[in-house]
């Protein structure tokens, strides 16, 4: 499967999407947002995928950001909300997705494509990569809703320098700020998110799934429904399938085999 700006390849049980307009930075087009949207109907169609790993193409650039050549020609607020709904959605559709998703940072990744890397479950950096949200000196905020992701990476005093100041951090910064969850110093980044993508493969699918689900829920929603939520989960979870192999396998001291049921 693959398109102009978006090569789509599997990988066993990971499906890795590199951004492929490295002669433009990677910078996310409305041309990459339909793309990504088309490769994330069609992998959901897929079966035994259990994690997704974005990159950019090139070692350069994760993403530069939005396509600019494309946004300066929006100048009414119907435009403005037209061009920009899609990937906002898109970003969403990222974040809720029912399996892991890990952003393999291989270099710079600015504004919109900082805001991608922020919509991805776990995040990791090339040594080189360089990440910054300059929007202050555009006379803009983020466009697609990054600051409140950014919020939830590195709490406010963080995300208000970063927005406020518009400065870029390297790697190691980035960690420091919880930007990034790894710095990959012993092996290419991408090498080092397809292999967490195969440890999540040996998982039980829908534990997964429900981890995420949960956490989102204890991020955004209220205590009370939150934990009502997780409580659900975990009994729906005791119940499967795969927990009784799990049981099984553990009282015959051998790997479980998992159905996702």
């Known amino acids: 499967m693959s398109a ?3 090569r789509v390849e599997r990988r066993g049980a990971t499906a890795l999407l590199t951004i492929d307009r490295e002669h433009a930075g990677n910078a996310i ?8 949207d088309t490769a994330l109907t069609a992998l959901g169609r897929e079966s035994g995928l259990a994690a997704i790993v974005v990159t950019g193409a090139g070692d350069k ?7 600019i050549k494309q946004y300066r020609q929006l100048t009414t607020r119907a435009q403005l909300s037209t061009a920009f709904e899609r990937p906002r959605r898109l970003l969403d559709r990222l974040e809720a997705l029912p399996l892991p998703v890990i ?15 922020l919509a991805c479950d776990v995040r990791f950096a090339a040594p080189v990569a360089r990440i910054g949200f300059p929007y202050v000196r555009l006379g803009l905020i983020p466009g697609w809703h990054g600051a409140e992701r950014l919020v939830r990476a590195c709490g406010y005093a963080g995300a208000m320098h970063l927005l406020a100041t518009g400065d870029e951090v390297g790697a190691d910064e980035a960690l420091r700020l919880g930007l990034v969850n790894r710095v990959c110093n012993e092996r290419p980044v991408v090498d080092a ?26 991020w955004h929603m209220a205590r009370e429904p939150a934990r009502q939520l997780a409580e659900e989960a975990f009994a729906d979870l005791w119940m499967s399938e795969d927990h009784r192999e799990a049981e099984a396998a553990f009282a015959d001291k051998r790997r479980p085999v ?3 049921k």
Do not use: Y
């Open 193 to 218: 998110a397809l292999a967490l993508a195969e440890q999540f493969a040996e998982l039980a699918p829908l534990s997964l799934a429900a981890t995420k689900r949960v956490l989102q829920a204890t």
């Open 61 to 67: 650039f994760f993403s530069a950001g939005g396509d």
């Open 4 to 6: 102009e700006v978006l």
């Open 258 to 260: 998992f159905k996702g």
């Open 29 to 36: 087009s409305a041309e990459v947002t339909a793309a990504l």
């Open 103 to 117: 952003a393999a940072v291989n270099g710079i990744a600015m504004g919109g494509g900082a805001e991608l890397m």
